[in-house]
């Protein structure tokens, strides 16, 4: 069973950075989509970035994509989102989330239904 753990989700004044981890637990599948998605108090959840664990390939959110940046480390169960000059319109929870990488991937990367495997989330505060 694929387990993920978010972590590093504090209260941050606007213009800092951040830098959230998941620890993924195992990698069930030959290879994984993994995505960062976020969800602001009353809004809908949205995906921010996607990797591709094999080859690291990265799908963004067009309004993130120069503040945001995913990334995985070596040791191949960890993923991170590095979040820079934020904004009180960050604040959310975020969630990480796998599931397994198909075909369609690189078109369904922000659909929240087509992931199996979701961390309880981190509190991301930023103050203005």
Known sequence: QLQVVESGGCLVQAGGSLRLSCTVSVLAF??????????????????IPCITWRRGATLYADSLKDRFTISRA????????????????DTAMYYCAA?????????????????NYWGQGTQVTVSS
């Open 30 to 47: 030959d290879d994984v989509l993994m995505g960062w998605f976020r969800q602001p108090p009353g809004k809908e959840r949205e995906g």
């Open 74 to 89: 070596n040791d191949g169960n960890t993923l991170y989102l590095q979040m820079n000059d934020l904004k009180p319109e």
């Open 99 to 115: 599931r397994k990488k198909d075909l369609m991937w690189a078109i369904t990367w922000r659909d929240v239904v087509r992931y």
